[in-house]
């Protein structure tokens, strides 16, 4: 009796390679950690992240965050009992309101919040000064136990700018409350964009393409031998 025939390597990679677009395509994305890993409940009636989210048209809550096509646009982690930030916390790098009121939280480290472009609004407990210093909010004021940081300036900007310290042929971009990131211009890449001339995608690609193509003939040929061997 002829044994059954069983699919080659390249098809067998090719019906993974659709299954797992069609998973992808079929099933939501998941929530981020942030929003139920770190504290339980949900976001506080009353917060300021509340009347944020139900302001925003398109915006929902789950847990503690207020989502937006799955990006998390506000963080109420208030009375949470934390010391310290989640190590989840960096998912919430799109937000634009975050509340940390009412925790015992120990200073931050300087880069806690790189990456937080968007930010605009952060409630913090009165004992922590706002990220990047009182140069890089427009308007700080404190109510009580609470400190608000309200509009987050661009580092890179005014008399006091931190665009010096980009080295030449990079512009400076903000990177976070009073964090600055350097980017290079023009042809130039790579370490303080002392590269010169365009990435090599041609041979990036081409050199990607042959692998793929080597590893799946060596698979073909493997499988091809167990089949015979059956």
Known sequence: MAAPSRPGAPGLLLCLLGGAIAAAWGSAPPAPQICSGCCAGSVRNGSAVAGFCGARAGAGLLGRCCLERAAVVGLDLGNCSLSQLCPSFREASTAIVIDLTVNQLEPPPEDAFRGFTQLQTLALPVELDCPGGSNMWDNITTQGHIRI??????PCNGSGGLGWLCPEDSLCAPDGPGLPQCLCVGPYHGYKCLRQGTF????????????????????????????KAS
């Open 149 to 154: 940081c309200q509009g987050q300036r661009n």
């Open 200 to 227: 090599p995608y041609l041979l990036f690609y081409g050199t990607l393409g042959a692998v793929t193509i080597g590893l799946s003939i060596l698979l073909w040929v493997t499988q091809r031998r167990k089949v």
